[in-house]
């Protein structure tokens, strides 16, 4: 008579783990990193609850805000910019300026402008006067 048993040890159960979730070394593109940490960087957001919805590691998210802090990774296109409201500029400023009519030109300096950019502006009129 032939006896059979599946367990080495005889004791008749095994531990049976069911993995679910997505595979290992999974492949990310740079548009799916960059909406993953966008969101992480939402008011309120938790970077735990983030990674596990999108079943990835934490620490993983916590590397890729990294490298897109540093300019590792792809730069971030999903930024949003915020115009701010025109500053209102005066017709004629209260700081004195220098006007300098050349060859039908008329330039006006304000204070502090660079020595090096000014001699290069007023040459550049002068060159396209003759």
């Known amino acids: 008579m032939a006896d ?3 367990d ?3 004791g008749g159960y095994r531990r049976v783990e069911v993995l679910t979730g997505p595979g290992r070394r999974r492949k990310w593109s740079d548009d ?7 969101e992480t960087l939402q008011l309120g957001a938790v970077v735990a609850e983030v990674a596990r919805r999108w079943q990835v590691c934490p620490q993983q998210v916590f590397t890729w805000r990294r490298e897109m802090r540093s300019g590792a990774a792809a730069p971030l296109g999903f930024v949003p910019i915020v115009a701010e409201p025109p500053a ?3 017709e004629r ?4 300026s220098v006007e300098v ?4 030109a ?7 402008t660079d020595g090096e ?4 502006v007023l040459r550049a009129i002068r060159a396209s006067a003759t």
């Open 101 to 104: 009519q050349l060859a039908g």
């Open 88 to 90: 209102v500029v005066p």
């Open 32 to 38: 799916a990193k960059a909406r993953i940490v966008a």
């Open 117 to 120: 950019l000014l001699t290069t």
């Open 93 to 96: 400023s209260a700081t004195p």
């Open 8 to 10: 080495a040890k005889g």
């Open 106 to 112: 008329v330039l006006r300096i304000p204070p502090g």
């Open 4 to 6: 059979f048993s599946d």
